[in-house]
């Protein structure tokens, strides 16, 4: 028998209702496998989304400390900042990695909620996805990483770390022109390395992060609440 998916039928058929029938029933109670399997999915993507904000934390915390240090003392030298850049760009790219893990729980919970859920509440919508059971098959039986690294990179510049980028490129600019006696282009050199390399450098470092945070591309990363979504 073949089963149709997408239905303009009576929400109330319970012929059409699929896997969605009995959501929102009393019967429907936690001893429900689709229930456990929910739960469990949850709890992976919450457990990512921590190790994730614990990243996020502490980049925060040494980027706190980087520029509490370097407006300590007149006699600091201003390359401390360009550590904390360089320090903050591990982070970024250890938050990446672990944005990549978060997404394989968080894609799992979106097909459960939009395939599942949404389709027990209303059956006459139909399902999101007609192959949310095969494509779920296949990633139990093989998980695969859905985002590449650059997607995962912008996607952790657009919600955090562009604009701790943008605070330490700021205070590095006043550092070497507000309390720098002489030119700025030579308060930025660093030992045999003239100013004017370590600015442009530096500039286009960040010219490639601005780059890669908002350059046009196919989102793979299914749900996330991105600006455009919300202003769709």
Do not use: C
């Amino acid at each position: 028998m073949t089963r149709v998916s997408n239905k303009d039928v009576d929400a109330t058929d319970s012929t059409h209702r699929e896997v969605g029938e009995g959501l929102l029933e009393e019967d429907m109670g936690p001893s429900s496998a689709m229930a456990h399997l929910y739960r469990g999915e949850i709890h992976r993507m919450k457990f990512w989304r921590e190790r994730l904000d614990r990243t996020t934390n502490w980049a925060v915390l040494v980027i706190s400390a980087i520029l509490t240090w370097a407006f300590s003392r007149p006699d600091i030298p201003h390359y401390i900042l360009l550590i904390g850049t360089a320090t903050l760009a591990v982070f970024l790219f250890i938050e990446a990695r672990r944005y990549r893990g978060y997404d394989i729980w968080r894609s799992r919970v979106r097909t459960l909620q939009a395939n599942v859920f949404a389709y027990g509440l209303d059956p006459a919508a139909g399902v999101a996805d007609p192959d949310w059971r095969k494509s779920l098959n296949e990633d139990y039986r093989q998980p695969t990483i859905k985002i590449s690294t650059e997607e995962a990179i912008a996607h952790r510049l657009r919600r955090v770390y562009l604009p701790l980028f943008t605070v330490l490129l700021t205070a590095w600019l006043v550092r070497i022109t507000v309390f720098s006696p002489g030119l700025w282009t030579e308060s930025a050199a660093i030992g045999m390395l003239p100013g004017v390399v370590v600015i442009g450098i530096v500039g286009l470092l960040y010219a490639a992060a601005i780059v890669i945070a908002v350059r046009p591309r196919t989102w793979h990363a299914k749900g996330e609440l991105r600006s455009e979504d919300l202003r769709g």
